[in-house]
């Protein structure tokens, strides 16, 4: 997908960019291809595939949710940045958490905000179970990008979403993980409101967005131990 492409594909997302922001997101391009000679960020690394899978793949939330009503956004896992970042210079007005156990990635993420004089982003060096523990219920919208498996995702995730607030998982094939989640959703308090399927522009790969509401306060006792959540699922 090469920049005039993008544009148009991105437009049809009903986003509109300013010469200032495109060039954020080229100057994202660059950093990107020159930390990950010095550590793995990413295997995409041609410009044409990282504005479809990469910039474009993040601004496909835009089909589950109007980001111009949300205020509060946390990134669980956000790695290189995906979709936080290219979030955050799409829709300036975010109040953007991105949080990650890895150190390294935290370190290049603050190197582009620090580049594109991006403001209003706190980064976390945490892991997410022992976050959510003092940050209950804080966030309009929490997403992750290819992270986890859904049942583990909603366990770590969902504590920190507001009532009435979202969890937004980006996801590839859910076929089998979609059959996991009932007694988790239930335990935890929330709902599958919307799953949307679609195909990325000129691959045609699988894309899913699964969007799940806060119903009700989640229980203290959760999130557990990640070593708990992934041999015994709820």
């Known amino acids: 997908m090469n920049k005039e492409t993008f544009i148009k594909e991105i437009n049809k997302l009903g986003i509109k960019l300013s010469s200032e922001q495109m060039q954020q997101l080229n100057d994202y391009y660059q950093l990107l291809i020159f930390w990950n000679a010095k550590m793995n960020l990413t295997s995409i690394t041609q410009e044409e595939d990282v504005y479809l899978k990469h910039f474009y793949d993040s601004l496909t939330i835009v089909k589950a949710i109007d980001l111009n009503n949300i205020k509060t956004i946390l990134d669980v896992g956000s790695g290189a940045g995906f979709p936080g970042l290219v979030l955050k210079i799409c829709f300036p007005h975010l109040k953007l958490d991105i949080i990650d156990s890895n150190n390294k990635k935290i370190l290049f993420i603050n190197e582009v905000i620090n580049k594109l004089n991006l403001d209003n982003i706190n980064l976390i060096h945490d ?32 504590p920190l979403v507001k009532v ?29 409101e919307q799953i949307i ?4 522009p000129k691959e045609e790969s699988i894309r899913n967005l699964v969007k799940i509401k806060k119903l009700e306060i989640t ?10 959540i992934k041999k015994k699922p709820l």
């Not at 997410?128 to 219920?137: F, G, S, V």
């Not at 990008?145 to 995730?157: G, S």
């Open 164 to 192: 009435e607030g979202y969890f937004i998982a980006l996801k590839g094939n859910i076929e089998q993980e979609i059959q996991t989640v009932s007694n988790e959703l239930n335990i935890l308090k929330g709902q599958i």
């Open 197 to 200: 399927t679609f195909n990325l």
């Open 219 to 228: 229980p203290e006792k959760y999130p557990r131990a990640y070593d708990k």
């Open 127 to 158: 892991r997410c179970e022992i976050y959510a523990l003092k940050n209950r219920e804080r966030y309009d919208l929490v997403t992750s990008r290819a992270v986890a498996n859904l049942n583990t995702l909603i366990e770590l995730c969902f």
